[in-house]
């Protein structure tokens, strides 16, 4: 499930501005294919911040996170085409310092967030395999 909609992007950009940034196939309409991928590349961004606290994808989409899905993905179209603005960077820089502190757990979603080992213990596992070359190996 995506954290937002075309029809959402389409509502805070005006048609025009949309075409410009959306048209790759030049027949004068927006391509949803361009901005599905805007969306998916601004949701894959959310959840590399959210998930170090939340189960992702979120199932319950909070506004505040649907709020920076649009405005992510509208930065991946102005990315697309080369032309972004002033303040565009700077409502991307913003969003990405909310999710910064999303990560840090300064700031909560009103949502469950993912369970931590009981124990404490990291939930990452890994394992050392013996060297395979070096001086005594005999390679």
Request: hydrophobic share 40%; charged share 25%.
């Given at each position: 499930?995506?954290?937002c909609t ?82 565009v960077r ?50």
């Amino acid at each position: 499930m995506a954290y937002c909609t075309q029809s959402d992007i389409e509502d805070r950009i005006p048609a025009d501005q949309l075409v410009r940034l959306a048209d790759f196939d030049g027949d004068g309409a927006s391509d949803s294919d361009v901005l599905a991928r805007a969306i998916a590349d601004a949701d894959a961004l959310i959840d590399s911040y959210v998930g170090t606290r939340y189960s992702v994808p979120l199932s319950t989409v909070p506004d505040s996170i649907k709020l920076r899905s649009i405005n992510i993905a509208i930065y991946f179209l102005y990315l697309g085409v080369r032309s972004v603005t002033d303040a565009v960077r700077a409502q991307h820089e913003d969003d990405l310092k909310w999710l910064e502190k999303i990560a840090a757990g300064a700031v909560a979603l009103g949502i469950a967030e993912a369970p931590s080992p009981a124990d404490g213990t990291p939930s990452v596992e890994y394992e050392v395999n013996d060297a395979h070359f070096g001086r005594d190996s005999g390679l």
